[in-house]
């Protein structure tokens, strides 16, 4: 079925550094949601984006729907150590289903 | 603000034997999921469930499953008979109002951990 792959599965950051998240689906996509996973927590929406080449900010996070529509990424500037977590990409995959990636978990040391 | 509920928090069960996860959604909200998250993995969705009925579901979601909503507050999920491959974290999710356009936005619950023993 349809799937979406994410890279890095890890990320270690030094606070204050820069850290991108991205996602790849090999098929279009209608839709392509972001979710934050605290360590220990539940998913949080971040984001949803639907149209080709959106582009959406949130203060330090930017997030990027691709042209074609099968690919985004999620860029956090100057991380800070509140941005732990993992981070996943999920999209609709029709009707009410919604499909994750397999995240991105990003340590921030201080 | 609002949040979803689940209870319990932590559920232990022997082999074989029967669970009912229990998730009160946002009380205006129209879609209700149940999802499970395997330790360290990514959150897979089992099944979705609109207008009192399933709208979707997965291939994880087979006739050991299924979900109910017994009234206008609560939602259910039993598996029937448990399997050891069954522990996991089980989160409810909900979404949706009438009139919304983005009834992908779910708002999860907090989660039941299943351990099968």
């Known amino acids: 079925g349809q799937q979406v792959m994410q890279i890095p599965q890890y990320q270690h950051v030094q606070e204050g550094e820069d850290f991108t998240t991205y996602c790849n689906s090999s098929?279009?996509?209608?839709?392509i949601q972001w979710y934050k996973q605290r360590p220990g927590g539940h998913p949080v929406f971040l984001i949803q984006?639907?149209?080709?080449?959106e582009v959406k900010k949130q203060k330090r996070l930017t997030f990027q729907f691709g042209e074609a529509k099968k690919n985004s990424s999620l860029h956090i500037t100057a991380t800070q150590t509140t941005d732990v977590g993992t981070y996943f990409c999920?999209?609709?995959?029709?009707?009410?289903?919604?499909?994750f990636g397999a995240g991105t978990r990003l340590f921030v040391k201080a | 603000e609002p949040e979803v509920t689940q209870t319990p928090s932590h559920q232990v069960t022997q082999m074989g034997q029967e669970v009912i996860l229990r998730c009160v959604p946002i009380?205006?909200?129209?879609?209700f999921y149940w999802y499970r998250q395997i330790l360290g993995q990514k959150v897979e969705f089992l099944v979705s469930f609109y207008n009192n009925e399933i709208s979707e579901k997965s291939e994880i979601f087979d006739d050991q499953f299924s979900v109910e909503r017994p009234d206008g507050s609560n939602f259910t999920l039993k598996i029937r008979s448990t399997k050891l491959e069954d522990s996991a974290m089980y989160f409810c999710?909900?979404?949706?109002?009438?009139?919304?356009?983005?009834?992908?936005?779910?708002?999860f619950g907090p989660g039941t951990r299943l351990t099968v023993l």
């Open positions: 984006l639907v149209k080709s080449g």
């Open positions: 999920a999209f609709g995959a029709g009707g009410f289903k919604t499909i």
């Open positions: 999710a909900s979404s949706g109002v009438w009139g919304g356009e983005e009834h992908n936005e779910q708002f």
């Open positions: 009380s205006n909200h129209l879609y």
């Open positions: 098929t279009t996509l209608s839709n």
